[in-house]
């Protein structure tokens, strides 16, 4: 059973807030994901990381950071949240470097900004 | 670019077999995956291929055919839960490993 961790669940905040999604794998994976899925729409990669102090951005082009100081750790930060960043946000890991290709999934945060 | 083609949406009753189709033109190929998700919930694993044949997992089998960039996932004595939306998702480069996913179908099973 995978054990990948998403907070907080959902969000509802203001034009202009800096927030930070969490998520936490306790797993050991070394590569972790970010996407970004609106209703009824595909999953878009916004950024990935294969291990520590590692990070790449993704197909999506998008406006959050994120960072990797611990293996089990990826945060990402939207520093001025906009109503178009209103979307469902998926973290992802799994194992590396040659491990299995499957991603473990977290439940996902709903970000509504108004 | 990368294109991954699947139907919208689906309709099945239960008891009955399904098959959803996945067709794919990218830039590189290293396996598929079909990845279920459940409305407001994260995609769960379902199978994944990287050689061509039939992968049969209990009601679940997945289909491959690399030369036709062709792939289906077939659902058999189907239940209400199976309700759900039906993601394919292809990694380009095994380095990598990042899945390019398509647009999930979504399949509505009823009584």
């Known amino acids: 059973e995978a054990d990948i961790y998403q907070t907080p669940r959902y969000l509802v905040i203001g034009t202009g807030k800096k927030i930070t999604l969490e998520c936490s794998q306790t797993?050991?994976?070394?590569?972790m994901y970010w996407y970004q899925q609106d209703p009824g729409m595909e999953l878009h990669l916004i950024h990935y990381?294969?291990?520590?102090?590692?990070?790449e951005k993704g197909d999506l082009s998008s406006e959050s950071t994120v960072s990797r100081i611990r293996t089990e750790h990826f945060p990402l930060t939207l520093e001025s949240a906009r109503p178009s960043h209103t979307s469902q946000y998926l973290c992802?890991?799994?194992?590396?470097?040659?491990?299995?290709?499957?991603?473990?999934f977290g439940p996902g945060t709903r970000l509504t900004v108004t | 670019g990368q294109n991954i083609d699947q139907p919208t949406e689906m309709t099945a009753t239960e008891g009955a077999i399904v098959q959803i189709n996945c067709t794919y033109q990218?830039?590189?190929?290293?396996?598929l995956f079909w990845y279920q998700q459940h409305a407001g919930e994260a995609p769960t694993f379902l199978s994944y291929?990287?050689?061509?044949g039939l992968e049969e997992k209990g009601r679940f089998s997945s289909f491959l055919s690399r030369s036709k960039g062709y792939s289906y996932l077939l659902l058999k004595e189907l239940q209400m839960k199976d309700s759900a939306s039906y993601l394919c998702?292809?990694?380009?480069?095994?380095?990598?490993?990042?899945?390019?996913f398509g647009k999930g179908t979504k399949l509505s099973v009823k009584p």
């Open positions: 990218t830039s590189g190929f290293n396996g």
């Open positions: 291929n990287v050689l061509d």
């Open positions: 992802a890991s799994r194992p590396g470097p040659e491990g299995s290709y499957e991603q473990y």
């Open positions: 797993m050991g994976h070394d590569k």
């Open positions: 990381s294969y291990g520590v102090n590692s990070t």
């Open positions: 998702a292809v990694i380009l480069r095994r380095s990598q490993g990042n899945l390019i």
